[in-house]
């Protein structure tokens, strides 16, 4: 599975719209990119993957760039609840389901 | 609620000692995957299993070791503890092989003194 670049942590004031990046410049044709985030101590959720087109869903957009090397979760209003560490992770359907996870953004999200 | 369930939540022992951690996944998830989470590490995959059967492992170590039951509950044993064992241990369920989303339970929390 490719590797992920992420910020180590990033801050976004509450109700305003948080980008996250993600690079993941050796990224291959059959391989998706997911977003899951971890509140603290609490297990992972899921929230979006797509492949090579945009994708929203009740939770956020993700959006992923034309070459597919690098991709941007956007939460478009950010609350407190929101603060937790956020993992892009680059996986290929046909490895099976199990995920690796880096060490993700650390977002916190400001009153 | 993921529908994922582990237990123990809280598990506190003692160094050489013997624990199992146990995982019921989602309703009709035939997966389940196991990871580690410690205070200076990440998420470590440890394995994965699928309709009972093995289906991929990670950093799995020797003292540790699993397996996935035909009514498709799961459970992690961890032999002969050491203080570095103490962390997180996350059960997750999927529908199938393929499918992308992973559904956590709330974790088991061990420590080791």
């Known amino acids: 599975d490719a590797k992920t670049t992420q910020p180590t942590s990033m801050d976004c004031a509450e109700g305003r719209a948080a980008n996250l990046p993600c690079n993941h410049s050796?990224?291959?044709?059959?391989?998706?990119v997911y977003w899951y985030r971890q509140i603290h101590s609490q297990g992972p959720q899921y929230i979006i993957h797509g492949l090579k087109n945009n994708e929203t869903n009740e939770m956020a957009s993700l959006i992923i760039t034309e070459d597919r090397k690098s991709s941007t979760l956007i939460l478009p209003h950010a609350t407190l609840r929101d603060t937790a560490v956020y993992y892009c992770?680059?996986?290929?359907?046909?490895?099976?389901?199990?995920?690796?996870f880096g060490t993700g953004t650390s977002l916190t999200v400001i009153p | 609620d993921s529908g994922v369930t582990q237990t123990p939540k809280h598990l506190i022992t003692a160094t050489g000692q013997r624990v199992t951690l146990r995982c019921s996944p989602r309703?009709?998830?035939?997966?389940v995957y196991w990871y580690q989470q410690s205070l200076d590490q990440g998420l470590q995959f440890l394995i994965q299993?699928?309709?009972?059967?093995?289906?991929a492992k990670g950093n799995i170590l020797e003292r540790f070791s699993a397996q996935q039951f035909p009514d498709l509950h799961s459970e992690l044993n961890l032999s002969s503890l050491e203080l570095g064992d103490s962390a997180l241990y996350f059960c997750a369920s999927s529908g199938g092989v393929m499918t992308g989303e992973l559904f956590f339970g709330e974790g088991s929390r061990l420590t080791v003194l």
């Open positions: 050796t990224i291959s044709g059959n391989e998706y």
């Open positions: 992770i680059v996986r290929a359907t046909n490895t099976g389901n199990q995920f690796y």
């Open positions: 309703s009709g998830d035939l997966s």
């Open positions: 299993y699928y309709n009972g059967e093995e289906r």
